[in-house]
Every structure is written in structure tokens, then in C-alpha cells.
């Protein structure tokens, strides 16, 4: 059996990236692929952290363990008894009830109006206790892939990758630090040699991928995008744009590379560039824009047990479809249509 082996781009999107885990669960249970590297930003870092120390544990059952036990806690509970009521309902109706309800509404005002500093001694981190439990000898270490995690440096808007022995529990959490809801998380940073305050990595690397084109990794880079790329209908409510400038800004970063890495390739098609000066990245996609189309921010601010079980199956269909139709593209060609995406 031939077994290929790809690199992960996991993008953050609060409780979306339930979607990941349905993904993540679908390719770690397939003994055709093996994973080589992941960059995760947000709740891909979560999943990503996951990932790693669970394949560097015992492999991928371990891993998809890890993976359930995460989003177990994320979600609170699963137990059908509480939310099995909502089975007559889509996650898209789900997601409207929840972000037109009286408490959102009410949290959502309170979080552009107070800052999380106003909260003093009694501010703490809601991540704090689940990334605690993360095994991070495991997470660090060398066995397994190689772990990316993004974030961004507040002073001067740049993106910030953290490898291997440098993630701890403060990197993923800064990863996934949105300001309106966290406090900066300040970290050591090797690279300014002073203390750093960070926020969530997809204003800037959602995810980024150009740590995976070092030459040890292979040239397949899987994206797992959790943000959709396009919406047919003008956003008219308050919500509604808040929602749709946040995906905007969630996606740039991650356009702005594949228009790179189009461009590069371009120029290795036409023999511009010799074969062996850049690397050749092949790219493929795991989405269900059409799902995504249906959710809002409300989701992915406030998770919900059965919105998440919902969005874990949907991530496992999408990761099969993904590999019955383009299993053979692994390793030869990509198979997302990238000038599509930003033309």
C-alpha cells in the first residue's frame, strides 16, 4: 500500500474548527496518508497541538483521541439528552436563533464596550484549563510532524511562527487570542529578545504556510479552510457585516500566499525559474463553503454541542470526498483551483 505524506494548514475560526476535527478524524483514520507537518493558527493550533502530541504518543488512534477529548471540553457536553431537541434543526438555523437571541445580542454589546483589561484580578483566560492538559512534552518534541503555531505580534502587526521547542501553553493560547474577548497573552520572544504581547494569529497567518516549504517536508499542503471564501448575498445587518468583514480578514493572508505560490509555480511552468530555485508546492482544499455560508460569528463564539457534532460530521464527508476524488492528485499535482480563489 502506497502511503503519501502531506502537510496540514489548519485555519482558526473559534468552535468552527469543529470542522477540522471531522477532518482531521477522516485523514488520521486513512493508512494511506501520513502527516509530515502542520501549521495551525487559532483553533488549528488547538487541533494541531492535539494532533502532534497524539501521533508522537502512540499514533493516530492517540491522536484522534486527543482530538475528541478537545472538543469535548470545548463544547462542554454532548450528551444528546440536552440538545437532542435541536435534531429537527439545521446548524444554519441553530446559528441565526442564537445570534438574534437577547443574551448574544447583549454579550456581543458588552464585549465592544468593556475591555477585557476592565476585568482586573478576575480576569482568566477561558482556554487556560484545556491547554493545561495538553501532554506539551509531547507537543514539542521531535517525534511526529512538525507543529507550526501562528500568532501576532501586537507592537508591530507582524506574523510570529512558533516551532517545535518554542510552543507552549501561552503560544497556543495567544494564537487563538481574539482582543475583544482575551488579554494579549505576553510571551518571551526569541527573535526581539524582549517580552511580546500576542493576539490571535489570523490577522496575519490564517495559517501561514510558507513554514512548510522547507525541503525535509513534502510538497503537498492540505488547507482546511473553515472561513468561507465567498458570499453571494449582500451582509445588511450589524451582524451580518461584522460577521463577513471578519471572514474577509480571516481569509487575506491566506490568499495573499496562494497568489505567491501561483505565481511562483507560473513561473517554474514556463521555465522563467529552473527546476530545484523554488519550491514546487502542490495545494489542495478541505471545505463545505455552503455549510459555512449558513453560520455566523455566534457559532464560533459560543459553542454549542450540537452545532459542533454537526460541523464534525460535515468535516469528515468533506475529508472523504477530498481523498476519493483527488487521493491519486497527492504528490503530483495540486488540486485547488488557486487563481480561482483570488482572481
Given at each position: 500500500?502506497?502511503?503519501?505524506?502531506?502537510?496540514?494548514?489548519?485555519?482558526?475560526?473559534?468552535?468552527?474548527?469543529?470542522?477540522?476535527?471531522?477532518?482531521?478524524?477522516?485523514?488520521?483514520?486513512?493508512?494511506?496518508?501520513?502527516?509530515?507537518?502542520?501549521?495551525?493558527?487559532?483553533?488549528?493550533?488547538?487541533?494541531?497541538?492535539?494532533?502532534?502530541?497524539?501521533?508522537?504518543?502512540?499514533?493516530?488512534?492517540?491522536?484522534?483521541?486527543?482530538?475528541?477529548?478537545?472538543?469535548?471540553?470545548?463544547?462542554?457536553?454532548?450528551?444528546?439528552?440536552?440538545?437532542?431537541?435541536?435534531?429537527?434543526?439545521?446548524?444554519?438555523?441553530?446559528?441565526?436563533?442564537?445570534?438574534?437571541?437577547?443574551?448574544?445580542?447583549?454579550?456581543?454589546?458588552?464585549?465592544?464596550?468593556?475591555?477585557?483589561?476592565?476585568?482586573?484580578?478576575?480576569?482568566?483566560?477561558?482556554?487556560?484549563?484545556?491547554?493545561?492538559?495538553?501532554?506539551?512534552?509531547?507537543?514539542?518534541?521531535?517525534?511526529?510532524?512538525?507543529?507550526?503555531?501562528?500568532?501576532?505580534?501586537?507592537?508591530?502587526?507582524?506574523?510570529?511562527?512558533?516551532?517545535?521547542?518554542?510552543?507552549?501553553?501561552?503560544?497556543?493560547?495567544?494564537?487563538?487570542?481574539?482582543?475583544?474577548?482575551?488579554?494579549?497573552?505576553?510571551?518571551?520572544?526569541?527573535?526581539?529578545?524582549?517580552?511580546?504581547?500576542?493576539?490571535?494569529?489570523?490577522?496575519?497567518?490564517?495559517?501561514?504556510?510558507?513554514?512548510m516549504f522547507d525541503r525535509s517536508l513534502p510538497d503537498d499542503i492540505v488547507v482546511i479552510n473553515i472561513n468561507p471564501l465567498e458570499r453571494e448575498d449582500l451582509p445588511r445587518t450589524p451582524q451580518q457585516i461584522q460577521n463577513r468583514i471578519n471572514e474577509i480578514s480571516f481569509n487575506s493572508s491566506l490568499l495573499r500566499e496562494m497568489r505567491?505560490?501561483?505565481?511562483?509555480?507560473?513561473?517554474?511552468?514556463?521555465?522563467?525559474?529552473?527546476?530545484?530555485?523554488?519550491?514546487?508546492?502542490?495545494?489542495?482544499?478541505?471545505?463545505?463553503?455552503?455549510?459555512?455560508?449558513?453560520?455566523?460569528?455566534?457559532?464560533?463564539?459560543?459553542?454549542?454541542?450540537?452545532?459542533?457534532?454537526?460541523?464534525?460530521?460535515?468535516?469528515?464527508?468533506?475529508?472523504?470526498?477530498?481523498?476519493?476524488?483527488?487521493?491519486?492528485?497527492?504528490?503530483?499535482?495540486?488540486?485547488?483551483?488557486?487563481?480561482?480563489?483570488?482572481?
Amino acid at each position: 500500500m502506497a502511503v503519501k505524506k502531506i502537510n496540514l494548514a489548519l485555519q482558526g475560526g473559534g468552535a468552527h474548527g469543529a470542522f477540522t476535527w471531522g477532518a482531521l478524524d477522516c485523514l488520521l483514520a486513512d493508512p494511506r496518508i501520513e502527516i509530515a507537518g502542520i501549521s495551525g493558527t487559532s483553533a488549528g493550533a488547538l487541533n494541531g497541538a492535539a494532533v502532534k502530541a497524539g501521533l508522537a504518543a502512540g499514533g493516530a488512534e492517540a491522536a484522534r483521541d486527543n482530538l475528541a477529548w478537545l472538543w469535548d471540553q470545548v463544547a462542554g457536553t454532548q450528551d444528546s439528552r440536552l440538545t437532542g431537541w435541536l435534531a429537527h434543526l439545521g446548524p444554519g438555523q441553530v446559528s441565526q436563533a442564537l445570534e438574534y437571541s437577547l443574551p448574544y445580542a447583549f454579550g456581543d454589546a458588552f464585549t465592544r464596550m468593556v475591555s477585557p483589561y476592565a476585568y482586573g484580578p478576575f480576569y482568566r483566560n477561558p482556554l487556560t484549563d484545556i491547554v493545561a492538559r495538553f501532554d506539551m512534552d509531547k507537543v514539542c518534541c521531535d517525534a511526529g510532524p512538525q507543529l507550526f503555531i501562528n500568532a501576532t505580534r501586537v507592537r508591530n502587526g507582524k506574523l510570529r511562527v512558533f516551532s517545535q521547542a518554542e510552543v507552549t501553553p501561552d503560544v497556543i493560547m495567544a494564537s487563538a487570542c481574539l482582543p475583544t474577548l482575551f488579554q494579549a497573552v505576553k510571551i518571551h520572544d526569541n527573535e526581539t529578545g524582549q517580552d511580546e504581547e500576542f493576539w490571535d494569529g489570523g490577522y496575519t497567518g490564517n495559517p501561514a504556510l510558507f513554514p512548510m516549504f522547507d525541503r525535509s517536508l513534502p510538497d503537498d499542503i492540505v488547507v482546511i479552510n473553515i472561513n468561507p471564501l465567498e458570499r453571494e448575498d449582500l451582509p445588511r445587518t450589524p451582524q451580518q457585516i461584522q460577521n463577513r468583514i471578519n471572514e474577509i480578514s480571516f481569509n487575506s493572508s491566506l490568499l495573499r500566499e496562494m497568489r505567491a505560490i501561483d505565481f511562483v509555480q507560473r513561473l517554474l511552468d514556463d521555465g522563467t525559474l529552473p527546476e530545484g530555485r523554488m519550491a514546487r508546492v502542490l495545494i489542495h482544499m478541505i471545505a463545505d463553503d455552503d455549510l459555512m455560508g449558513e453560520l455566523s460569528v455566534a457559532t464560533k463564539t459560543v459553542p454549542n454541542a450540537y452545532v459542533i457534532s454537526q460541523l464534525k460530521e460535515a468535516g469528515t464527508r468533506a475529508a472523504q470526498a477530498f481523498l476519493d476524488a483527488h487521493f491519486d492528485d497527492i504528490g503530483n499535482k495540486s488540486s485547488a483551483a488557486l487563481r480561482q480563489m483570488f482572481a
